[in-house]
Each structure stands twice: as structure tokens, then as C-alpha cells.
Nanobody
Framework: QVPLVESGGGLVQAGGSLRLSCAAS????????MGWFRQAPGKEREFVAG????????YYTDSVKGRFTISRDNAKNTVYLQMNSLKPEDTAVYFC????????????????????WGQGTQVTVSS
């Protein structure tokens, strides 16, 4: 059973918006940091956004600051990524991930700090 399931991807025109969701299944991730990563064709997977276990701290890669917002609802065991002002360069498969820890409210940006991954959802932004 896949522990994390992403949804909400799709095709959108440049300037449009999408909201990705990541629902936990079979496990609870309310005490660990969560993150969103993406992988564009021919490129390595990269960190996009992260959120602390409580949701009071967030961190973004520079290219999405001011456009993307990560949030979480621990009561629903779900993490979200609101993506506005989308650009063609945002086209990628987006993955959510649960970190190995949530201590001290740390947000992790490296893949090796994440233990569980979803299967990804495709986001395509047309110009």
C-alpha cells in the first residue's frame, strides 16, 4: 500500500493555478515534516517546498517563492500545495514526501531526509 497519494495535477495554461493534495494512507504523518518535490523531463528531482510538523514554518525554493504555498491539515493527515501564476517551467511530476523526523520544527530540503514518497502527479503548464 502506497503511504502517500497525490492528486490535483493536470494541464493548465500559463498564469493559471492548481492545488495539489497529498493524503496519507495507512500511516499518520502528523509528527514529521512534509515536503513537495518535482522532476521535470531529463532533470533530477528537486525540492520545491517544505512544512514543519505543526505547519507553523514553511520553506520554498527560490523559483516558486511568492507563487506556491504549502500547507497541511493534520486532522485530515493531508498536505497541500497551492500553485499560482504557473509557468511552463513548472511542468513536472510532483511528489510529496514524509520526512524521517519533525524534531525542532526542522524542514528538510534533501531527498535523503525523506522516508516515504508518493507516486507523483503530473503537472503540465502550456504557454
Amino acid at each position: 500500500q502506497v503511504p502517500l497519494v497525490e492528486s490535483g495535477g493536470g494541464l493548465v495554461q500559463a498564469g493559471g493555478s492548481l492545488r495539489l493534495s497529498c493524503a496519507a494512507s495507512g500511516r499518520t504523518f502528523t509528527s514529521v515534516a512534509m515536503g513537495w518535490f518535482r522532476q521535470a523531463p531529463g532533470k533530477e528531482r528537486e525540492f520545491v517546498a517544505g512544512i514543519s510538523w505543526s505547519g507553523d514554518r514553511t520553506y520554498y525554493t527560490d523559483s516558486v517563492k511568492g507563487r506556491f504555498t504549502i500547507s497541511r491539515d493534520n486532522a485530515k493527515n493531508t498536505v497541500y500545495l497551492q500553485m499560482n501564476s504557473l509557468k511552463p517551467e513548472d511542468t513536472a511530476v510532483y511528489f510529496c514526501a514524509a520526512a524521517r523526523s519533525g524534531l525542532f520544527g526542522i524542514i528538510y530540503t534533501r531527498e535523503r531526509e525523506y522516508e516515504y514518497w508518493g507516486q507523483g502527479t503530473q503537472v503540465t503548464v502550456s504557454s
